[in-house]
Each structure stands twice: as structure tokens, then as C-alpha cells.
């Protein structure tokens, strides 16, 4: 039976415990937080999956809202499902043209899309079966094994964290001049390089979507040395311009906060004390703002 915690997963450079589970009403969707509850649950309950955890620096917390799906017989969500719910509202509501998917998490999201594209396809008249499970995705065309090979010459690390992010499409920008295999971010080992890739085919328009194909920021000083290198390669690259730079590098450092709050003691919090003195301090981030309103 799930419970809190009971999950503890390598994620890319880091590794994962959770989850917890609360109820949250609809309108407080758009504004959930992390309690100093959920924390202590998971640092106590982690503990005990891996007693390292007592002395392992913590990075951040977050939250989300994950939608189950309760039966139409069980209101109270006792027995709520975690799997994926598909609902033909044709044969549920009797409104002809409507399907849902839900429940199910990131972990299943090409299922889901199975489940849903085969559904609507029958409605269609089209039996053939979804071949998404077949499909390579984007980047896997070949090995790892062999990608690396192409990109031997270049320090371990670097290669390998643009292979894990990129698959076989990494040996098209790693292998470029000095520029493209600058460091940018030390803690996920982000190039210039792979930021110019993002840019040009990963729709990138901004650092928090620059952050989510690439991880600058999400390592070890959650932006504290790599936030404004890459907000000025946005600019350089003709993404923001100069005013949407310190307006984004601005959202973006105070999205990390937002993770880091909740786990601000010993490390983290001096890290973050150490963060606001470069970008308040040093860089002068809040008086750039003020200055442009």
C-alpha cells in the first residue's frame, strides 16, 4: 500500500525521496506549498530506506498536485485510484466526442498517450495500434556507448552529462570551437554549447524553459554561479534582451528560493545567503530593478 516516503530514486545528478500525500482542495491547487511537516517525514521515513540520508545535504523541496481519480461509488477518495483513468464520456455522460485521461504521473505519460490516441482512433473508424511504444525518442537513435565514442576527447564529465540530456544528438554542438564548450554550469556541467542548442531547437524562451531542458540551476548552488552566465547567453543569443534578462534572472532566482526555503538550515542556508550577496551585493540585481520601474 502507498505511504510517505516509501520512494527513494537517482534522478540525473541527484536522487529523489518521497512522496507525500494530502488532500488539497480545488482552489488551493494553484498555490500549494511544502510544509516543515512534509519535510520532517521525509528526512525521518528517508532515514530508514537509507541512513545516509542523516548526513546527506539536502538541495530543495517541492510540491505538485497529482490528479486521482476517485470512483463514482467512493466519494470520500478512500480507495482512489493511482493508476491511469481513461473515461469515454460517450459511454459514461452520453456526450458524444469527449474522452479524458488522467491520474498516472510523468513516469506514464507516453501510455497514456497510447491509451488515449488508440481510443480516439477507434471513434474514428481507425484500428491500426498506437506504435509510440516502438518509436525511439528524440536523441536514442543509437547507443549511449556508442555516442560517447564520438566525443571521447572531451573530459569525461562534460561528455557524459550531455549524453544522458541528449542522446546522440550531442556530438553535433559538444564537438564545436572553445565558445560551445565553455562550462556554464559547473554542478550539471551545462556548456555554452548545448545552451545554443537548446535555444535553436528546444524552444527556449526564457531561463526557467533553459532550466528545464538542460538543468542549469538545479545543481548543488541552484543557480548562484550559473544564473547570470546564462541569462547572458539568452541575450548574446538573441532570446531576452537586456531588461528581460534581469526581469528572468530575477523569476528564476527567486523560483529556486522558493525550493530552497523550506530546507534553508546548515549548507543550504549559507548558500543562499552566499547567493543573495553576489546578486543583491555584488551584481546589484534589486536596485536594477527598482531603477527600471
Request: with cysteine.
Amino acid at each position: 500500500k502507498p505511504s510517505d516516503a516509501d520512494i527513494l530514486v537517482p534522478g540525473d545528478t541527484i536522487s529523489l525521496i518521497g512522496t507525500t500525500s494530502l488532500r488539497i482542495d480545488y482552489n488551493e491547487i494553484d498555490d500549494n506549498r511544502v510544509t516543515a511537516e512534509e519535510v520532517d517525514i521525509l528526512l525521518r521515513e528517508g532515514e530508514k530506506l537509507a541512513p545516509v540520508m542523516a548526513k546527506t545535504r539536502i538541495l530543495r523541496a517541492y510540491s505538485g498536485v497529482r490528479p486521482l481519480v476517485a470512483s463514482d461509488d467512493d466519494p470520500s477518495g478512500r480507495n482512489v485510484s493511482r493508476g491511469i483513468v481513461l473515461l469515454d464520456h460517450a459511454e459514461r455522460d452520453g456526450l458524444d466526442g469527449f474522452i479524458t485521461i488522467t491520474g498516472g504521473k510523468l513516469m506514464t505519460y507516453r501510455l497514456m498517450a497510447e491509451w488515449a490516441t488508440d481510443a480516439v482512433c477507434r471513434k474514428l473508424g481507425n484500428t491500426r495500434p498506437c506504435t509510440t511504444a516502438d518509436l525511439a525518442l528524440p536523441g536514442s537513435q543509437e547507443p549511449a556507448e556508442v555516442t560517447l565514442r564520438k566525443v571521447i576527447s572531451l573530459p569525461a564529465p562534460l561528455r557524459g552529462s550531455a549524453v544522458y540530456r541528449h542522446g546522440d544528438r550531442t556530438p553535433a554542438w559538444l564537438s564545436e570551437g572553445r565558445l560551445h564548450r565553455s562550462l556554464v554550469c559547473e554542478c550539471e556541467a551545462v556548456t555554452a554549447g548545448e545552451v545554443q542548442y537548446a535555444v535553436e531547437n528546444l524552444n527556449v524562451n526564457s531561463l526557467l524553459d533553459l532550466r528545464r531542458r538542460t538543468r542549469v540551476g538545479m545543481g548543488t548552488c541552484q543557480g548562484e554561479l550559473c544564473a547570470c552566465r546564462a541569462a547572458g547567453l539568452l541575450q548574446r543569443f538573441n532570446v531576452t534582451t537586456s531588461a528581460q534578462s534581469i526581469e528572468q534572472l530575477s523569476t528564476f532566482l527567486n523560483e529556486r528560493w522558493k525550493g530552497v526555503q523550506p530546507i534553508a538550515w546548515g549548507d543550504a542556508l549559507r548558500e543562499s545567503e552566499f547567493t543573495r550577496w553576489v546578486y543583491q551585493g555584488l551584481c546589484g540585481l534589486e536596485k536594477e530593478q527598482k531603477d527600471a520601474l
